[in-house]
């Protein structure tokens, strides 16, 4: 598969923990970009990163924090997790040929926070 | 502060009858708004854009800037067009702004 992957698939976890997300991009993409998708809030952008460097931020809170490696895959970490935190969280890479270039999703991981 | 609005959270129609996903924003610069869809267990995918102006899938939508819309459009639903659709903008910054959601269930 040379689309967006994302891991683990889900993630069960209590409050106050840590976990961290990963995302490898589509071949060829420098750009990564992370999303959160909770049932009240909808999707909402958290960060992008761009060839290793953080390029623009969101609604991200400041217990969330993301980096992109030499390899260009990203991981986002969620530390003094809260019930709040559950949702579905989303990667998305694209390649920045243009202004604007498609963003391709990957499956996301679900994250359940007890 | 840039937001993109699907006052529907559900829309459901039978099959062959004319469908309109609503979608308004609101945005103080020059908008590019796409349409996403997600398929039941598929990933959350592009159908289009408005700068291109084209139909997919038999979708179109029109960006009405006198009254910030962007409906999705199609006149004669199918089944397979079940799904979640997400209207987003591009506000410059190479990030998407979504909206809520809406999910479109073709009843045969």
């Known amino acids: 598969d040379s689309g967006v992957t994302q891991t683990p698939k889900h993630l069960i976890t209590a409050t106050g923990q840590r976990v961290t997300l990963r995302c490898s991009p589509r071949s060829g993409d420098l750009s990564v970009y992370w999303y959160q998708q909770s049932l009240d809030q909808g999707l909402q952008f958290l960060i992008q990163?761009?060839?290793?460097?953080?390029?623009a931020k969101g609604n991200i809170l400041e217990r969330f924090s993301a980096q992109q490696f030499p390899d260009l895959h990203s991981e986002l970490n969620l530390s003094s997790l809260e019930l709040g935190d559950s949702a579905l969280y989303f990667c998305?890479?694209?390649?920045?040929?243009?202004?604007?270039?498609?963003?391709?999703f990957g499956p996301g991981t679900r994250l359940t926070v007890l | 502060a840039q937001r993109v609005t699907q006052p529907e959270k559900l829309l459901s129609v039978f099959k062959g009858a004319p469908v309109e996903l609503k979608c308004n924003y609101s945005?103080?610069?020059?908008?590019?708004l796409f349409w996403y869809v997600q398929y039941s267990r598929q990933r959350l995918q592009l159908l289009l854009r408005h700068i291109s102006r084209e139909s997919i899938k038999g979708f179109t939508a029109d960006l009405n800037k006198g009254e910030t819309s962007f409906h999705l459009k199609k006149p004669f639903a199918q089944e397979e067009d079940s799904a979640m659709y997400y209207c987003?903008?591009?506000?410059?910054?190479?990030?998407?702004?979504f909206g809520s959601g809406t999910r479109l269930q073709v009843q045969p």
């Open positions: 945005y103080s610069g020059s908008p590019e």
């Open positions: 998305a890479s694209s390649g920045e040929r243009a202004l604007w270039d498609e963003q391709f």
């Open positions: 990163y761009y060839n290793g460097e953080e390029r």
């Open positions: 987003a903008l591009y506000t410059g910054r190479r990030a998407l702004t």
